[in-house]
């Protein structure tokens, strides 16, 4: 058996669907047997992410876990979860989970180099520093959305997404990432796998330069996959 | 655990990624908890079905099967394989593969209630009857490509969409699709799994009315969880 990676999805499921999209179209390939083999667990009845950080919610550990297990269970080697609030319970599901977990905020951050960025994300994320943390550590300056933002565009924007109008959710995400290129985040970092969808339905000259964290992630896996693949 | 749709997917990689977003899209769902919940199975490393039926490669029955068994064994009640012509083998499939299998033509032709169709599809698909004897049985005749539209325009199509150039595809299904149109196909199938996000990207009106057998197997999975589902 070749190695096989797993996606724990379902976080919300367009964004599991578009990590599947950009996974296929990052990878160079001839046929379909030049594809990463993947099983996708999109089980969205994992209880909410965001409900659950504020208190307002059972933890989604116990449903992650089983999703973690069960692609183990199916031969999966290596683990993504293709939604960065779940990161905030990274640390649990890397050690409980059974196998590695490549870390969306590594992966994203890994081809930023300099300069002042601008972060849009859940709160969640926002307030776990994940994406704080690895930028600081490299010198890197950032910038996050204003707590009227956070309520009125960004956590609006993410719900329609899940609801399946990312076109709705569009203008939100378009407002929020030219006023912190205005306050002077030089790049944008997509942190929430809801985010790309919507801003793709809009021409890309009306936004600022960005870099999509579901993007990276994808484009880690592929790196994964050829430099473990016999031959 | 509520029920779990099993996907066995990779034939090819696109052609899943278009049916999981077929899936997503047909759900009405407020959050991610109302989406129906799924395992997809992508491993395209599964013996080319067409070299298969040709007798000129591998049998991919093992492959298939080894997908289905981790379905099952993962907890899937209910298992789809968003490609035709891997329906060849579907008897075999449902007989070993250990949970029942929604038929993708059965999915399709549902929906089609009178006149002359025009069917898109692998030679195997073709050759295997299988979109012929449903239709015969509800007295809809049914046009197929020539051998020279299979050998010019659907073969070398289908495998420019699993190289990753659906664009580069949509030229010669569009092409077909009118001339079976011409021909006096009122409705063309989509019968093979890789022509509908090729043909997604013409404009509508460039194309005669269409099923997308794709989107009609994520249509009778919603219903299948709707009916499923507790509450």
Redesign the interface.
């Known amino acids: 058996m070749?190695r096989?990676l797993g996606i724990l999805g379902?976080?919300?499921?367009?964004a599991?669907?578009d990590f599947?999209?950009k996974l296929?179209?990052a990878?160079p390939?001839?046929?379909?047997?030049?594809?990463v083999?993947?099983?996708?667990?999109?089980?969205?009845?994992?209880p909410?992410r965001n409900l659950a950080l504020a208190g307002q919610g059972p933890s989604p550990v116990p449903a992650m876990l089983r999703g973690l297990h069960?692609l183990r269970?199916?031969?999966c080697d290596l683990a993504v979860i293709p939604c960065n609030t779940a990161h905030n319970w990274y640390d649990e599901l890397a050690a409980e989970g059974g196998l590695p977990i490549l870390h969306m905020a590594d992966a994203a951050c890994a081809g930023i180099a300099a300069g002042c960025v601008g972060l849009i994300g859940t709160k969640g994320t926002i307030t776990s520093g994940l994406y704080q943390q690895r930028l600081a550590a490299r010198g890197i300056d950032c910038l996050v959305p204003d707590p009227a933002e956070m309520t009125e565009l960004v956590m609006p924007g993410i719900?329609r997404v899940?609801?399946?109008d990312p076109a709705g959710a569009a203008p939100a995400f378009a407002k929020l990432a030219n006023a912190l290129a205005r306050r002077g985040a030089g790049t944008i970092i997509l942190a929430c796998s809801e985010v790309p969808p919507a801003l793709a339905l809009l021409p890309p000259e009306s936004l600022p330069p960005a870099v999509d964290a579901t993007a990276a992630l994808a484009a880690a896996c592929v790196r994964w996959w050829n430099e473990e693949r016999p031959g």
Chains 1, 2 share one sequence.
Do not use: C, E, N
């Not at 379902?10 to 367009?14: D, I, K, N, S, V």
């Open positions: 070749a096989l379902g976080m919300g499921p367009l599991s669907a599947v999209s296929i179209a990878t390939a001839r046929t379909d047997q030049d594809h083999p993947f099983l996708l667990w999109s089980v969205p009845q994992i909410d069960a269970g199916a031969g719900y899940k609801q399946g």
